[in-house]
């Protein structure tokens, strides 16, 4: 275990120890504070006397923590990569819900386009004209928005693919490092 692991580890146990000397005497209130120091200085020169003997021991593989260190920073990418390519299939999937309702909404306007005949009489072409445009406006609107939806899909799915290839170049570093 490399000396900073053990630092830390022993840090983490002092302040653990403090902790609970302190929250101890609280609820009891019997504990003196010479018996909380006391019992503090012991760990601490428990703490000392292991560290030091770690710094004494030889240090015994640097290449295989160096290569330890690579997997672990690997892996993490790995990680990293695989929750970034499903928010991007979430997203993904989520325009392509938009993408169908927007081709719902066309085919919709479609319909009300071809009723309007029915509504307006002989003698109304100009309220017929005038719903005709406002129906076509909207029918041009929802077209441009599906444009931007279809561009953005193969944004997506472009990126999707791109990430995905990274993470195969570093599945195949992992995999080939981690034969025993």
């Known amino acids: 275990m490399p000396l900073k692991s053990v630092r830390r580890i022993a840090v983490v146990l002092l302040l653990a120890s403090a902790a609970l000397s302190t929250s101890a005497r609280a609820s009891q209130g019997a504990l003196s ?11 601490t020169t428990s703490v000392d006397k292991l560290v030091e003997t770690l710094q004494q021991s030889p240090c015994p593989a640097t290449e295989d923590d160096d290569s330890l260190r690579k997997l672990e920073i690997a892996i993490a990418y790995l990680n990293f990569r695989s929750r970034r390519i499903e928010m991007f299939e979430q997203d993904l999937q989520a ?3 938009q993408r169908s309702r927007v081709e719902d909404l066309l085919d919709q306007f479609q319909r009300e386009e071809d009723s309007l005949s029915d509504k307006f009489g002989p003698g109304q072409q100009e309220g017929l004209q005038k719903a005709r445009e406002d129906v076509h406006f909207r029918q041009q609107a929802l077209k441009d928005r599906l444009s931007r939806l279809d561009e953005e899909i193969i944004l997506l799915q472009n990126r999707i693919m791109d990430m995905q290839s990274q993470i195969d170049s570093v599945e195949s570093f992992v995999e080939k490092n981690l034969v025993f």
């Not at 504070?33 to 760990?43: G, P, Q």
């Open 95 to 97: 325009k392509q819900t």
């Open 33 to 43: 504070d010479a018996l909380v120091a006391n019992e503090l200085r012991a760990l």
